[in-house]
């Protein structure tokens, strides 16, 4: 199975910018499609951005279209969400998670993903 480690999180004033960055480790993330999600408090767990394993399909949650960019890096089993122009509203606990039953498509739902980091935390301030 895979590990997965988030980083790059913090706080940045709105209008700011921040790249997270998701660490494999124990399998190669190229067996995967790789999606992240954000959990703010008191809400449920919602989808953020999504890559197929063959980086061909990627999706995006309305909210972050035009500011957010996810990424993949097969040889350095890296994943990345760059996110620019950020509001207030982005203020979550980013995860990052890995679906190995698609390799031409993305899900939206986290329950199709079986593997989690642990978050990372972005604070955006007014």
């Known amino acids: 199975q895979v590990q997965l480690v988030e980083s790059g999180g913090g706080l940045v004033q709105a209008g700011g910018l921040l790249r997270l960055s998701c660490a494999a480790s124990?399998?190669?993330?190229?067996?995967?499609?790789m999606g992240w999600f954000r959990q703010a408090p008191g809400t449920g767990r919602e989808f953020v951005a999504a890559?197929?394993?063959?980086?061909?399909?990627?999706a995006y949650e309305d909210s972050v279209k035009g500011r957010f960019t996810i990424s993949r890096d097969d040889a350095k089993n890296l994943v990345y969400l760059q996110m620019n122009s950020l509001k207030p509203e982005d203020t979550a606990v980013y995860y990052c998670?890995?679906?190995?039953?698609?390799?031409?498509?993305?899900?939206?739902?986290?329950?199709?993903?079986?593997?989690w980091g642990q978050g990372t935390q972005v604070t955006v301030s007014s």
């Open positions: 124990g399998r190669t993330v190229s067996r995967y499609a």
């Open positions: 998670a890995a679906d190995s039953s698609r390799y031409y498509s993305v899900s939206r739902y986290s329950s199709d993903y079986e593997y």
């Open positions: 890559v197929s394993r063959n980086g061909g399909s990627i």
